[in-house]
T-cell receptor, first 114, second 114 residues
Framework: AQSVAQPEDQVNVAEGNPLTVKCTYS??????LFWYVQYPNRGLQFLLK??????LVKGSYGFEAEFNKSQTSFHLKKPSALVSDSALFFC????????????FGTGTRLKVLA | DSGVTQTPKHLITATGQRVTLRCSPR?????VYWYQQSLDQGLQFLIQ???????AKGNILERFSAQQFPDLHSELNLSSLELGDSALYFC?????????????FGQGTRLTVV
């Protein structure tokens, strides 16, 4: 079955430290990969997406993600975390199965500590 | 402000009823996406329309339907409502679904079924 996994429900990181939010997937074909963020009491926002090309994708708010085909991973990273980065992050995959389908991970709550 | 407008912001209705959620995409965006976010099932993709045509379909129940009108606004119809349909319903829009397009989300409609 096609799936997306975010193995950590919560990630805690100190302000100024690098952060990583993990995502792995299991889908057939060549998927599109996405990261979204949901700030407290606000809607979803698109962060970045990977379709093809350079494995390192840069997105909004200084976030970037690294696509690793052999490990079927698409981890979200930021070199230096800010308290304001604290939010809920979702990884998503688009794959083709007759028609296009999108699936989401369960979300990872990032808490950046001052 | 993302430029995507969803109405109403809140909706309370009884089981068995039918409701319509409306989404106005950003000016010039041809694609509209619908998502459901609930505590039980997390974030799920429901359906995508592109310029009036269905482009992708996710875990959308048969009791639910959607359409995109010639002016590109979209409506999500939920019928025979059940308590489990209580959720936050997001709409997003993008110019198209190709490589360099970003999706912008509305603030969501919070549906409570009592």
């Amino acid at each position: 079955a096609q799936s997306v996994a975010q193995p950590e429900d919560q990630v805690n990181v100190a302000e100024g430290n690098p952060l990583t939010v993990k995502c792995t997937y299991s889908v057939s074909g060549n998927p599109y990969l996405f990261w979204y963020v949901q700030y407290p009491n606000r809607g979803l926002q698109f962060l970045l997406k990977y379709i093809t090309g350079d494995n390192l994708v840069k997105g909004s708010y200084g976030f970037e993600a690294e696509f690793n085909k052999s490990q079927t991973s698409f981890h979200l990273k930021k070199p230096s975390a800010l308290v304001s980065d604290s939010a809920l992050f979702f990884c998503s995959v688009r794959y083709s199965s007759g028609t296009y389908k999108y699936i989401f991970g369960t979300g990872t709550r990032l808490k950046v500590l001052a | 402000d993302s430029g995507v407008t969803q109405t109403p912001k809140h909706l309370i209705t009884a089981t068995g009823q039918r409701v319509t959620l409306r989404c106005s995409p950003r000016s010039g965006d041809l694609s509209v996406y619908w998502y459901q976010q609930s505590l039980d099932q997390g974030l799920q993709f429901l359906i995508q329309y592109y310029n009036g045509e269905e482009r992708a379909k996710g875990n959308i129940l048969e009791r639910f339907s959607a359409q995109q009108f010639p002016d590109l606004h979209s409506e999500l119809n939920l019928s025979s409502l059940e308590l489990g349909d209580s959720a936050l319903y997001f709409c997003a829009s993008s110019v198209d679904d190709r490589r360099n397009t970003e999706a912008f989300f509305g603030q969501g409609t919070r549906l409570t079924v009592v």
